[in-house]
């Protein structure tokens, strides 16, 4: 027979064994298995410990005033805000916070279908403005662009990195 505890499917075998609930053919293997297995063994005993305490437990016995002082005690219970709430000492207000509560919601309801459409904005249209440049201005900003180039070639990668 594998182990019931290495196998893992099998292990519900030691707890029906621990309980006394196995027939007699397959009680008869696993009490074989466990002369041979001391974990299987170890296992098994401390379950039928736990059974043997269960049986052995005795409950207390329910007073015949159990009922009394059990009621008495949910009666003494602290209640929740929202039942002090809901239900205040006057029973006219027990609707009253579900009433203003409703009135509410249609007032804010109300309030946001009466709000007036949002009026589309038209861009403004600005004609672009182009400047006029002569033909020098043009050149002389090609050369600068050119001479910086040059002198960013120049540099040592070091000092360029610094900047």
């Given at each position: 027979m594998n182990c019931p505890l290495e196998s893992g499917g099998n292990a519900g075998h030691l707890?029906?064994?621990a309980s006394g609930k196995l027939k007699a053919e397959l009680r008869a293997q696993i009490k074989q298995h466990m002369e041979a297995c001391p974990a299987c063994r170890q296992f098994a005993g401390g379950?039928?410990?736990v059974w043997q305490a269960l049986e052995a437990w005795e409950p207390a016995a329910v007073s015949m005033d159990f009922d009394r002082r059990l009621y008495q005690r949910i009666e003494r219970r602290p209640v929740s805000w929202w039942v002090r709430l809901t239900q205040p000492l006057n029973p006219l207000f027990r609707?009253?916070?579900p009433v203003a509560a409703t009135a509410g919601v249609l007032l804010m309801?109300?309030?946001l279908m009466n709000r007036p459409a949002a009026i589309p904005v038209t861009p403004v249209r600005e004609s672009a403005q182009v400047e006029a440049l002569q033909p020098e201005q043009v050149e002389h900003a090609l050369d600068d662009m050119e001479?910086?180039?040059?002198?960013n070639?120049?540099?040592p990668d070091?000092?360029?990195s610094k900047m």
């Open positions: 707890l029906d064994y379950q039928q410990a609707h009253a916070v309801a109300g309030l001479m910086l180039r040059e002198f070639h120049l540099m070091s000092v360029v």
